[in-house]
């Protein structure tokens, strides 16, 4: 679709998506990832329910988890319903406003999961290096600030990397090789010179990717001085098992987002982008609860409370 108001004579994209496939490749496509996304929000949804209904689940740790449970959801609903879409019907157009909007609220969402993370590894250094003050150090009021800052951060971050890829007039080929709007690949599709945006989207991912990171590993440092060195060991179990699932939800997010913000674009292509996509769209959000919560004790224990209410509420109806 060709306009050439405003200087850009791009008014919509073609997501390609995997349209190149054969008819049985998608319907296999579209049965799969409608059953990791029902997973996905099931799972998070579940972990927002028991940790806002569970008393036994009011502290730091489970706040932070159920904030994180809520942009997986988000993420997983920005991006999957309409490659759902897609793969179903054969028009694959979106316009250029709707592009921008999803384009934001990845960013937004992406931004926010990267730094609740580092803020989650700050809780578990101060819960295991300072447990006398953990409770005052790690307060309520401190909690919200924490996941105020998050959010604040992404929502912010989103307007300026929305406006370096979408500044500049459109006048290219308007087909993106993926399944959604990602902003490497629509600035490649712009009029003028890529290079200053890319610039300033590596440098952006370099800050929003690593100052966690350092964050991360500052904290994590401590934390294992302290239990290899003070922790007896039959307690060295419960704490590891902890801190293993945060850096193993850690390293499935950021490797993928590392790979598709700060990797030359000449090292990617539609089979490697797509790949990295999904496992960072769909893949991480469906197995943060099961490697961060279904593995805790505390949460298999309210999980199994809950549905005991749940028997219990249907038997009475009846």
């Known amino acids: 679709m060709m306009d ?11 997501l390609v998506g995997f349209e190149q496939s054969s008819p049985s490749t998608q ?7 409608l059953v990791l996304y029902s997973l996905a929000m099931a799972m998070n949804s579940l972990i927002i329910f028991i940790t806002w209904t569970d008393p036994r689940l009011n502290s730091p740790m489970y706040f932070f988890l159920c904030h994180l449970s809520f942009l ?20 694959h157009t979106v316009s250029f406003t709707s592009c921008m909007t999803q384009m934001y609220l990845v960013f937004c969402v992406g931004v926010a999961e990267c730094i609740l993370l580092a803020f989650m590894a700050y809780d578990r250094y101060v819960a295991i290096c300072h447990p006398l003050s953990y409770a005052q150090i790690m307060s309520q009021q401190v909690c919200v600030r924490l996941v105020g800052t998050a959010w604040f951060f992404g929502l912010i971050n989103g307007i300026l990397l929305d406006y370096m890829t979408f500044h500049g007039p459109f006048c290219r080929d308007n087909h993106i090789e993926n399944f959604f709007c990602e902003a490497p690949i629509v600035i490649t599709l ?46 060295r179990g419960k ?5 293993t699932s ?73």
Request: include cysteine; aromatic fraction near 12%; glycine fraction near 4%.
């Open 4 to 14: 050439f108001r405003n200087g850009s004579t791009v008014t919509a994209f073609i």
């Open 27 to 33: 319907a296999l496509f579209f049965a799969l990832f």
């Open 72 to 91: 997986d959801v988000c993420f997983i609903t920005t991006t999957i319903p309409q490659m759902l879409i897609h793969l179903v019907v054969k028009n």
């Open 190 to 235: 712009s009029c003028g010179d890529p290079q200053f945006s890319m610039k300033v989207i590596f440098a952006d991912a370099i800050v929003v990717l690593l100052s966690p990171m350092v964050l991360i590993v500052i904290s994590y440092v401590p934390i294992l001085t302290s239990i290899l060195g003070r922790a007896p060991s039959s307690s």
């Open 239 to 243: 704490t590891f098992s902890t801190c």
């Open 246 to 318: 945060h850096l193993t939800v850690v390293v499935f997010f950021y490797t993928s987002a590392m790979f598709s913000y700060m990797n030359p674009r000449s090292t990617h292509g539609p089979d490697k982008d797509k790949p990295f996509s999904l496992f960072y769209t769909i893949i991480t959000p469906m197995c943060n609860p099961i490697i961060y919560s279904f593995r805790n004790k505390e949460m298999k224990g309210a999980m199994v409370r809950a549905l005991g209410r749940t028997s219990l509420a249907q038997a009475v109806s009846v």
